[in-house]
């Protein structure tokens, strides 16, 4: 098993930054892969980032150029700084983990943008 916390999230104005952090404990080493999503209210989960084992990374369109994924593998932490921020950016971010066998997600922060 695999546990993920989630923090950073907050309220923000348009054009401000904010960076999620997302700490993972337990089966580590199984972890191939890590992500955030965000669903808006009344929408689905999208993706917003990924990253790999190896550093390589992926990006949804709508965030390309203003959100950047990372990981510290000390601290077994993702993070997804998030710049230029828009009213449309706001959602409850998850951060997830992906293993051979399973998908594991944190229990979501909440990022509200005002105009």
């Known amino acids: 098993q695999v546990q993920l916390v989630e923090s950073g999230g907050g309220l923000v104005q348009a054009g401000g930054s904010l960076r999620l952090s997302c700490a993972a404990s337990?089966?580590?080493?199984?972890?191939?892969?890590m992500g955030w999503y965000r669903q808006a209210p009344g929408k689905q989960r999208e993706l917003v980032a990924t990253i790999t084992n190896s550093g390589s990374t992926n990006y949804a369109d709508s965030v390309k150029g203003r959100f950047t994924i990372s990981r510290d593998n000390a601290k077994s932490t993702v993070y997804l700084q998030m710049n230029s921020l828009q009213p449309e950016d706001t959602a409850v971010y998850y951060c997830n983990a992906i293993s051979d066998y399973d998908i594991f997600w944190g229990q979501g922060t909440q990022v509200t943008v005002s105009s």
């Open positions: 337990g089966s580590i080493f199984s972890i191939n892969a």
